[in-house]
């Protein structure tokens, strides 16, 4: 037998079927140590196929083409890579909405829908949804909670700020293609250049502590725009300046509600609180984590 055939290594087969596709992908990620690996190798797999979840099963017995293998391998590569699913498929919903991502936005996370979940109830405690409001949402990024208020508050009208302009085109490009005509967007820092009143104010602000960054799971860390997550030395920089400019800024019975970190109800509900604003307890999001503050003008 001739040293090179000796020597020579199996060749690993490509899998022949979406099926096969389906359930390597899903080894892969699982074997990196990814969260939900079938629920990513799905999604994954039908957004290279261009099918929907019914068609990608309908299909699971046929032969993909050479083409469709080689942009299946691209995508796993970038999932291997950590990089979000979200910003492989430049889209993610939220609050039923599905919202373009760019790499200026936060991707939106389920937790949250505690805040837009928190404002409406704090509005439904002070009268009907159909009544005209006027809402503004701080460091708006995609314009998720901004849209998510407003496809449920069909007579409100709001603004969206934030200091990325790259930002603002990727929130104003959702808000038109879904339809809102009622939101405006405006480059400034925070409400810098915002008057009132409003009858409600939103954020999810950055509050992770600066430190604590390089901890976070790489999908966040790498992925996500730094500005939308330093939150300073303690996390808590832009509440403070919240608690400095919005009290000013909210109407009778004006609502401020926000997303914060774990741990940090105490602190935030003190801020706010000194600021002059009534503050309930926390909201917590589905995990029992609490998550939402709102307080509001006396």
């Not at 992908?25 to 994954?44: F, S, V």
């Not at 998510?148 to 930002?167: C, M, P, Q, R, Y």
Request: positive net charge.
């Amino acid at each position: 037998m001739p040293p090179s055939a000796a020597a020579a290594p199996a060749r690993e087969t490509a899998p022949r079927t979406v099926a096969e596709a389906r359930r390597a992908l899903a080894t892969q990620l699982r074997g990196a140590g990814i969260e939900a690996p079938e629920l990513d190798a799905r999604i994954l797999i039908g957004h290279a196929l261009g099918v929907d979840r019914a068609a990608l099963a309908a299909a699971a017995a046929r032969r993909l083409t050479s083409a469709e293998q080689t942009t299946i391998a691209a995508l796993a590569r970038r999932r291997l890579g950590r990089e979000p699913v979200a910003r492989i498929l430049g889209v993610k919903e939220f609050w039923s909405l599905p919202l373009r991502l760019t790499a200026a936005t936060l991707v939106p996370r389920p937790e949250t829908e505690t805040v837009v979940e928190a404002a409406l109830a704090a509005v439904d405690a002070r009268g009907p949804r159909t009544r005209p409001l006027r809402l503004a949402d701080l460091g708006t990024g995609s314009g998720a909670l901004l849209l998510a208020l407003l496809s449920e508050l069909k007579n409100a009208s709001g603004v969206g700020t934030d200091i990325a302009f790259d930002a603002l085109v990727a929130a104003r490009d959702n808000a038109r293609r879904l339809g809102f005509r009622c939101a405006a967007f405006v480059a400034c820092d925070l409400a810098a250049a915002l008057k009132g009143p409003f009858d409600l104010i939103v954020a999810n602000p950055p509050y992770i502590a600066s430190a604590d960054i390089e901890r976070l799971a790489p999908e966040v860390r790498d992925h996500d725009p730094r500005a939308a997550l330093d939150g300073g030395p303690d996390g808590l920089d832009v509440y403070r300046l919240m608690a400095a400019t919005v009290p000013a800024l909210l109407g009778p019975q004006g609502v401020l509600a926000v997303e914060i970190g774990a741990g940090q109800a105490a602190a935030v509900g003190g801020l706010f609180a000194a600021a002059g604003l009534a503050t309930a307890p926390p909201r917590p999001d589905l995990n029992g984590i609490p998550r939402a503050i709102v307080a509001t003008a006396s």
